[in-house]
């Protein structure tokens, strides 16, 4: 898997290309601005791209719209966004095509080796992956239709697919069968008023009507 990667800081940077390239990734591009990122996002080798939210020359959100503009450009494209800080809005954004291969993680997560580069898999495979954080900020907010149709369980379950997790994931860590967790994203799917499509499409469209909230 070939990889753009754009951090400013260097020591981090250097420290995700050493992490990434030691897990089986290819950096094709590492670069630390918006115009060097820009231009990186233009390679056709380019497979996927791990991003800081926040790069030069303005230091706001260079780093989301370059992730924006490239799945307009190239739909599906996977891109992983890392944080400093939880933004609700920078992950809403990012899934408003309702495509997945999107994640958004703190950059505390990256000192939890495994799952960071877990994360990134499962992006580059076309998942969907949000950061606890931003999963728990949602949960404690009150709920809006038609969100609050979802049941107490429903909406755990949701919550879990914010998070990326499979369905046999999500069935080990609630202690239930995978067919019942199948039979609850079913009915979130219909409470959610979400068209027959692929499940995968589906997901991601549940994702972001609960981030909306």
């Not at 231009?39 to 924006?68: F, H, K, N, W, Y």
């Not at 494209?77 to 939880?86: D, G, K």
């Not at 755990?156 to 914010?162: H, I, K, S």
């Amino acid at each position: 898997m070939r990889l753009v990667l754009a951090e400013d800081h260097a020591l981090l940077r250097a420290g995700l290309i050493q992490l990434l390239e030691g897990n089986g990734f290819t950096i094709l591009h590492a670069v630390d601005n918006e115009a060097s990122l820009s231009a990186a996002l233009l390679d056709p080798l380019a497979e996927a791209a791990v991003l800081d939210v926040r790069l030069p020359p303005s230091q706001t959100d260079e780093g989301l719209r370059a992730a924006i503009a490239v799945r307009a450009a190239r739909p599906g494209f996977p891109v992983m966004v890392l944080s400093q800080y939880v933004e609700q809005l920078y992950a809403r954004e990012l899934l408003a095509s309702g495509v997945g291969a999107v994640g958004y993680l703190l950059k505390d997560r990256v000192s939890d080796v495994a799952e960071f580069v877990d994360g990134v898999r499962r992006v580059a495979a076309g998942g969907t992956v949000l950061d606890p954080e931003v999963v728990a900020t949602v949960m404690a907010r009150q709920r809006e239709e038609p969100l609050e149709r979802l049941t107490p369980r429903e909406r755990e379950v949701l919550g879990l697919m914010a998070e990326g997790r499979s369905n046999a994931a999500i069935a080990g860590l609630l202690h239930v069968t995978d067919k019942a967790v199948a039979k609850h994203i079913n009915s979130i799917f219909t409470k959610l008023d979400l068209p027959i499509g692929e499940d995968d499409h589906r997901r991601v469209r549940a994702v972001l009507a609960w981030l909306r909230v």
